[in-house]
């Protein structure tokens, strides 16, 4: 009997003992299990940033005004479309998303191209990319019209992971000009970005071969030896850091259809929506408006103002809910509804809500 009371003592010492441990394992399994798949969905992706209209202005300055005007005469309209090579296992990163701002107010009909998302699929940490973009009409989408290679641009993007890398700006309408016969353009184009080469934190290079195209592109005001660099003299040229490892990000949550009015129920006001069109991708024409009407893999995300500014991304996550929900804005009693139609991303200049007496 005193054996097995004994026997029974040190079995629950045992256990214990062991229970941490086993704890533990269980502990340190589950959390290598979250994190491959992390790993494999992309590191989680969350779709592209969204800024506030707020944050859009502050995007837009003098510089940009001198381009309004900067544009070729004819009726034309571009589309923005993803890389091309993001289903290319052997390129170790691609153009993930592609983000156009355009402007309201004195800024109205002027859009641009400033930042970029780029997904790292090597298993190495890349600290400089070179984005290459590509003029195609849509009629013959294997005919390059046009290629540039921008500047290399500073990044952090670790292995399996996509991050928003800011380019330097450009302004679609003085890249069509230089297609424009006669002085004169007509026509759809689309407009991709893809990765033309990386840099990696280790000091190794990764570069696509450099088409005779761009050793003749007229758009850059840049010579071949910063676009194409040598190892030897790549370091002395890049900028600084675009953020510091203080900074906060400014990356934010994603896309939802909910508006949002910041001003009294008594007057006419700007009013701030979300918009996700799914099979689709963002059209502007020669006069500077634009909308999720294009078609094209991949969706089209909009944070927008009816009084014309606008952040839309150009991404492969799909929407992940409806794109035509009427949302319903309660003030004072009475209702302030907006339907909000796929592909729509601009609305009358001011939105006047009934008022209950």
């Not at 003098?62 to 296992?89: A, R």
């Amino acid at each position: 009997m005193n054996a097995h009371r004994l026997r029974s003592i040190l079995s629950r010492r045992n256990a214990a003992l062991c229970t941490p441990f086993f704890l533990l394992v269980v502990v340190t399994v589950t959390a290598f299990v979250v994190q491959s798949s992390a790993t494999a969905g992309g590191a989680g992706d969350q779709g592209p940033p969204r800024q506030s209209i707020e944050e859009i202005k502050k995007d837009f300055n003098e510089d940009d005004l001198k381009t309004k005007d900067d544009k070729p005469p004819g009726k034309w309209g571009f589309s923005i479309h993803l890389d091309s090579k993001k289903d290319d296992p052997s390129v170790p990163a691609y153009v993930h998303g592609i983000q156009l701002l355009s402007g309201g107010g004195e800024y109205r009909g002027i859009n641009k191209i400033k930042r970029v998302r780029v997904t790292n699929r090597s298993s190495r940490t890349i600290s400089l990319v070179q984005v290459r973009l590509e003029v195609y009409s849509l009629n013959e989408p294997e005919k390059v019209l046009l290629e540039e290679a921008l500047p290399f641009a500073n990044a952090s993007i670790s292995p399996n992971v996509t991050e928003v890398v800011e380019i330097k700006t450009l302004y679609p309408p003085k890249l069509l000009k230089a297609i424009a016969k006669g002085g004169e353009l007509n026509g759809e184009f689309g407009l991709r970005m893809t990765v033309q080469a990386v840099r990696f934190a280790d000091g190794t290079f990764w570069s696509e071969p450099v088409s005779s195209a761009l050793l003749k592109s007229p758009y850059l005001d840049q010579s071949l030896d910063f676009r194409f660099p040598t190892l030897a003299s790549l370091v002395a040229r890049i900028t600084a850091p675009l953020r510091s490892p203080d900074t906060k990000r400014a990356d934010m949550t994603r896309c939802a259809l909910e508006p949002r009015l910041a001003a009294s129920a008594f007057s006419s006001v700007p009013l701030e929506y979300d918009t996700c069109t799914d099979n689709s991708a963002v059209r502007t024409d020669s006069t500077g408006r634009n909308n999720c009407g294009a078609p094209s893999t991949g969706a089209c995300y909009a944070h927008c103002s009816d009084d014309g500014w606008c952040n839309t991304w150009k991404d492969p996550k799909p929407c992940s809910g409806p794109t035509a929900t009427a949302p319903v804005r309660r003030l004072h009693g009475d209702t302030a509804r907006l339907l909000l139609h796929p592909g729509t991303s601009h609305l009358p200049q001011h939105i006047v809500l009934p008022l209950e007496l």
